[in-house]
């Protein structure tokens, strides 16, 4: 049972480039969510799905756009990549309904030059 | 969401009860109190969650106050693998019941287990 698992684990860009961050979960889950962690902090929402077809802007959504493509995928673009997008990216899914806890996949190491 | 405030940072010997806090005094009723934990950067993951009641299941407990403006995680024998950053978030559900689930995480409590 892989869970939720991210493409790719590591890339390195420069100012300017786009990129898609892939995401896919097998739990059958209907909600999916997009987070960044900068160092030593906390993770931020960018973008959230709350189910398929459906697409919110979370806490920090700027210079980000996302496509919820199915009920198991969920990607993230940079359209214009800029130096202070470098953090490590996690999606999470879950069900929906009240309490359900999210399960996060291991991370997309991003560096932007 | 309610804002949580935890301690940044605590020591535990292994084998012995890790009793991390968390307090939420402007916790609304519909919000639930969840606490993740992150080890060595990989993705957060999931520990356990309450409305009011104390809940526990494999991996640890949570006791919420009466008032609900505090909880107490507690991992009953610690052991090295447990040190990490635990989080304590308060997550609200809408008025239908069904929560988004979108977590906001502070800054989180840096569990040390020693030897």
């Known amino acids: 049972n892989a869970g939720v698992t991210q493409t790719p684990k590591f890339q390195v860009l420069k100012t300017g480039q786009s990129m898609t961050l892939q995401c896919a979960q097998d739990?059958?889950?209907?909600?999916m969510y997009w987070y960044r962690q900068d160092p030593g902090m906390g993770l931020r929402l960018i973008y959230y799905?709350?189910?398929?077809?459906?697409?919110d802007k979370g806490e920090v959504p700027n210079g980000y756009n996302v496509s919820r493509l199915n009920k198991r995928e969920f990607s993230l673009r940079l359209e214009s990549a800029a130096p202070s997008q470098t953090s490590v990216y996690f999606c999470?899914?879950?069900?929906?309904?009240?309490?359900?806890?999210?399960?996060f996949g291991d991370g997309t190491r991003l560096s932007i030059l | 969401d309610a804002k949580t405030t935890q301690p940044p940072s605590m020591d535990c010997a292994e084998g012995r009860a890790a009793n991390l806090p968390c307090n939420h005094s402007?916790?609304?009723?519909?919000?639930?109190v969840y606490w993740y934990r992150q080890i060595h950067s990989q993705g957060p993951q999931y520990i356990i969650h309450?409305?009011?009641n104390n809940e526990t299941n494999e991996m640890a407990s949570l006791i919420i106050t009466e008032d609900r403006k505090s909880s107490t995680l507690i991992l009953p024998h610690a052991t090295l693998r447990d040190t990490a950053v635990y989080y304590c978030?308060?997550?609200?559900?809408?008025?239908?019941?069904?929560?988004?689930?979108?977590?906001?995480f502070g800054q989180g409590t840096i569990l040390t287990v020693h030897p």
């Open positions: 999470a899914s879950s069900r929906q309904g009240t309490g359900q806890p999210q399960h």
């Open positions: 739990m059958n889950h209907n909600s």
């Open positions: 402007t916790i609304s009723g519909n919000e639930y």
């Open positions: 978030i308060a997550v609200p559900i809408n008025a239908g019941g069904t929560s988004y689930g979108k977590l906001t």
């Open positions: 799905s709350a189910s398929e077809g459906t697409t």
């Open positions: 309450g409305l009011k």
